[in-house]
């Protein structure tokens, strides 16, 4: 059973543009969120999170929107750069679990056209 | 670099064999944690140790074990492996203070087997 759920394997977006990557959740108990990157041959490594009581986190280029009614959440990435290339994980949390296992999703493969 | 290293890089075995995955934590971490990543797939949580003590358990299989010794560093055994096990597996390490804790991941060691 995927929890979360990243139905776009792969993405290519214009240098400049807007990239936007969407993840789906099923689990209303997550209660936090993040966004993994990863390049080839590393592990991943942290890129934003956001709190299941806000709606919106932003950091730099990069915002992660909530919506909860719709178990939903998107990161956006403006303006995107070449660098921006990479896999990109969702990943969801419940810190009432009693435990700190992250619920990963399968991953959609940005690719930024210079 | 996150701090967390992870050996071998690369590993290359036959069905049938019984392998040991390394990871040291950060500094300071005392929560260990494996995840692998199959093709195309997310990371699926294995196991998490806490200051030597199991604490939270995944789709790990029967055939594969793992402990986090004295020093914190973690082992990942797998043994009587099948083609199917052949995947990156990576170790990330946390400390744990209440709420989301952000886990730094190792580079990850790739497992072939023939």
């Known amino acids: 059973d995927q929890q979360v759920k990243q139905n776009s394997p792969s993405l290519s977006v214009q240098e400049g543009r807007i990239s936007i990557l969407n993840c789906d959740y099923t689990n209303s108990m997550f209660d936090y969120f993040l966004w993994y990157k990863k390049y080839p041959a590393e592990g991943p490594t942290f890129l934003i999170s956001?709190?299941?009581?806000?709606d919106k986190n932003e950091d730099g280029r990069f915002t992660v929107f909530l919506n909860k009614s719709a178990k939903h959440l998107s990161l956006h990435i403006v303006p995107s750069q070449p660098g921006d290339s990479a896999v990109y994980f969702c990943?969801?949390?419940?810190?009432?679990?009693?435990?700190?296992?992250?619920?990963f999703g399968t991953g959609t493969r940005l690719t930024i056209i210079p | 670099d996150s701090g967390v290293t992870q050996t071998p890089k690369h590993l290359i075995t036959a069905t049938g064999q019984r392998v040991t995955l390394r990871c040291s934590p950060r500094?300071?971490?005392?929560?260990v944690y494996w995840y692998q990543q199959s093709l195309d797939q997310g990371l699926q949580f294995l196991i998490q140790y806490y200051n030597g003590e199991e604490r939270a358990k995944g789709n790990i299989l029967e055939r594969f074990s793992a402990q986090q010794f004295p020093d914190l560093h973690s082992e990942l055994n797998l043994s009587s492996l099948e083609l199917g096990d052949s995947a990156l597996y990576f170790c990330a390490s946390s400390v744990i203070q209440g709420g989301y804790n952000e886990q730094f991941f190792g580079p990850g060691t790739r497992l072939t087997v023939l």
């Open positions: 990943a969801a949390i419940g810190t009432n679990f009693g435990n700190e296992k992250l619920t």
């Open positions: 500094s300071g971490d005392l929560s």
């Open positions: 956001i709190s299941s009581i806000k």
